[in-house]
């Protein structure tokens, strides 16, 4: 079988590749039928993750078909079309019994620290599988992970309708939340300094969608909601970006966590004591799927965050064109055969 390899920073070649073999019972052989490049995915092609060695076969954003079983296999059935929930932990740990796979200390994310899709086949354990309606297509289907990230964030925000909610950054994950947020009746002001994203923003329901580089975002939010926000969202992940959204907080308002900026940022406790703020981490997603199956079913994903598709063959050519589009491109699909 055919794999997009990252041989080296920059290189990812297709290699002939061994097919994967069914080892355990509670294993699915999954036929991969679309992937998307996600930021990481750029992060790990370009060098840049310290956590990632070569030669590694990226990608975790994964929509495909079922073609193998395990003999104690009952989540799914053969032909199946199915999404893959990347989150990959011990099972055994404290925190992976308390159900939260997702923060286990020893976690992995398929396609990360792993060997991932962009390859023909892959076999995983029926757990992280989850089947979705046969209408939808791949390449729809494999924003699912995206959504994923999208529906933990809104669950730790404790978000509800009727609430006002910013988000910085209109990238695939800012983008996500949005349509998540909207879908469950709460008011959302997003930013970002392209005009392309926030044109995106405006079509899936952005209440107000704000160019930072001409608009001044904490006057933007004043208009929005003048007491502050209730739920705020760094969706770029900045420590500077951090502490920009507890300045623009609510009382009582939850600002979620997303990014790994390892800088410090500088918070006063005041800060956080007049307001009773609530500061939560999102990591990933903990058990989100069956949410992201059901928003699949109901076409409450859709292609319009799709900016362009590549054949495996082209992969290499797909990661160069992403990035060098990166200021307008939303998502780009590797589709299969
Ligand atoms: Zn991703
Ligand atoms: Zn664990």
Not at 34 to 61: N, S, W, Y
Not at 273 to 292: A, P, Q, W, Y
Request: some cysteine; proline content about 3%; aromatic content about 6%.
């Amino acid at each position: 079988m055919k794999a997009g390899v990252l041989t080296a920073a920059n290189k990812i070649e297709i290699l002939e590749k061994e097919m994967p073999r069914i080892m355990k019972p509670s294993e699915v052989m999954i036929r991969v039928k679309a992937v998307g490049i996600c930021g990481t995915d750029l992060h790990i092609f370009k060098g840049t993750r310290t956590d990632v060695q070569f030669p590694r076969v990226m990608g975790h954003e994964l929509a495909g078909e079922v073609v193998e079983l395990g003999a104690n296999v009952k989540k799914v059935a053969l032909n199946d079309h199915v999404v893959f929930d990347p989150v990959i932990a011990c099972n055994t740990c404290k925190i992976c019994l308390k159900g939260h796979k997702n923060v286990c200390s020893s976690v992995k994310c398929f396609g990360v620290q792993m060997d991932g899709g962009f390859q023909e086949y892959i076999v995983v354990e029926e757990e992280n599988v989850y089947a979705y309606d046969k209408l939808v297509d791949f390449s729809v289907a494999a924003l699912g992970e995206p959504f994923s990230i999208a529906a933990n964030i809104l669950e730790r925000a404790g978000a509800k309708a009727g609430e006002n909610m910013v988000i910085i950054g209109a990238g695939t994950i800012g983008l996500a939340i949005l349509q998540a947020a909207k879908g469950i009746g709460v008011k959302v002001l997003i930013s970002d300094i392209s005009e392309t994203k926030l044109q995106y923003a405006r079509e899936f329901g952005a209440d107000m969608a704000i160019n930072t580089g001409i608009d001044n975002l904490e006057a933007a939010v004043e208009r929005f909601s003048p007491e502050g926000a209730d739920v705020l969202v760094d969706a770029v992940g900045s420590a500077q970006l951090f502490e920009k959204t507890l300045e623009l907080a609510a009382p009582t308002a939850r600002v979620v966590v997303i990014g790994f900026d390892s800088n410090p940022a500088s918070i006063s406790p005041i800060a956080i004591t007049k307001k009773e703020l609530t500061i939560v981490g999102s990591r990933m997603n903990c058990r989100k799927f069956d949410k992201v199956a059901e928003w699949l079913n109901q076409g409450i994903i859709t292609d319009k965050m799709i900016s362009r598709k590549y054949r495996l063959e082209e992969i290499q050519k797909a990661f160069e064109e992403t990035l060098n589009n990166s200021g307008s491109w939303i998502k780009t699909i590797i589709v299969f055969d």
